[in-house]
Every structure is written in structure tokens, then in C-alpha cells.
Nanobody, 125 residues
Framework: QVQLVESGGGLVQAGGSLRLSCAAS????????MAWFRQAPGKERDVVAA????????YYEDSVKGRFTITRDNAKNTVYLQMNSLKPEDTAVYYC??????????????????WGQGTQVTVSS
């Protein structure tokens, strides 16, 4: 069993930055893939970025490439999402997810078993 706890959301003006953190506890593994999803009101939950625990391979959704960076700190069992040049359309609840597969291309909600509670990110124009 794995527990995920997100932090770092908040309100920021367009063009600003935020860093989200996701701390994993429990039965973590070097074969993990961890990802960030987001869900805006009335929309589906979509993948934003993912990273493999071993090797640090990454995946980014097209709209965030060049603006968001996903990293991990294996010693702290924590994944980060650095979000720069934020836009109002980035407003959503951001969720951390984890799965026991080493494949950052996992991009569907059903690909992940473990989820955090979500953290709100609001970007004002």
C-alpha cells in the first residue's frame, strides 16, 4: 500500500510560478512511475507529466512542455512539479498518482492505482 500527500497549490497570477510536491510513503519501489494529473471543473482528469522512479525518464503533455518540469528526490520519496509561466487555463485540481510500473508513458487515469487527495491551483488573469 502506498500513501501520497500533495502540497504546494495556491493562487497565483498569470505568468507566475508554483511548485507542487507529492510525498510517497508505504511500500514505495524503484519500479514506480509517478505522475501529475489535473482536473478542471466539468472536464476529465488528464495527465500533465510523469516520471519513472528508476532512471528518471519523463513524459509531458504538449500544453505544458517548456513550462512545467517534473523531478523526483528518491531519498525523500518525493516528486515535484515546477510550474512556470502559468496560464489561467492551468487552473485545476492537481493530483499525484503512482503505479508499480516503470513507464512514464502511462497516461490514463486507469493506469494508476494510488492517488493523492488533490491540491487546488488557481491562476488569475
Amino acid at each position: 500500500q502506498v500513501q501520497l500527500v500533495e502540497s504546494g497549490g495556491g493562487l497565483v497570477q498569470a505568468g507566475g510560478s508554483l511548485r507542487l510536491s507529492c510525498a510517497a510513503s508505504g511500500r514505495t519501489s524503484s519500479s514506480f512511475t509517478m505522475a501529475w494529473f489535473r482536473q478542471a471543473p466539468g472536464k476529465e482528469r488528464d495527465v500533465v507529466a510523469a516520471i519513472s522512479w528508476f532512471g528518471g525518464r519523463t513524459y509531458y503533455e504538449d500544453s505544458v512542455k517548456g513550462r512545467f518540469t517534473i523531478t523526483r528526490d528518491n531519498a525523500k520519496n518525493t516528486v515535484y512539479l515546477q510550474m512556470n509561466s502559468l496560464k489561467p487555463e492551468d487552473t485545476a485540481v492537481y493530483y499525484c498518482a503512482a503505479e508499480y510500473k516503470s513507464n512514464p508513458a502511462l497516461g490514463r487515469v486507469q493506469d494508476y492505482t494510488y492517488w493523492g487527495q488533490g491540491t487546488q491551483v488557481t491562476v488569475s488573469s
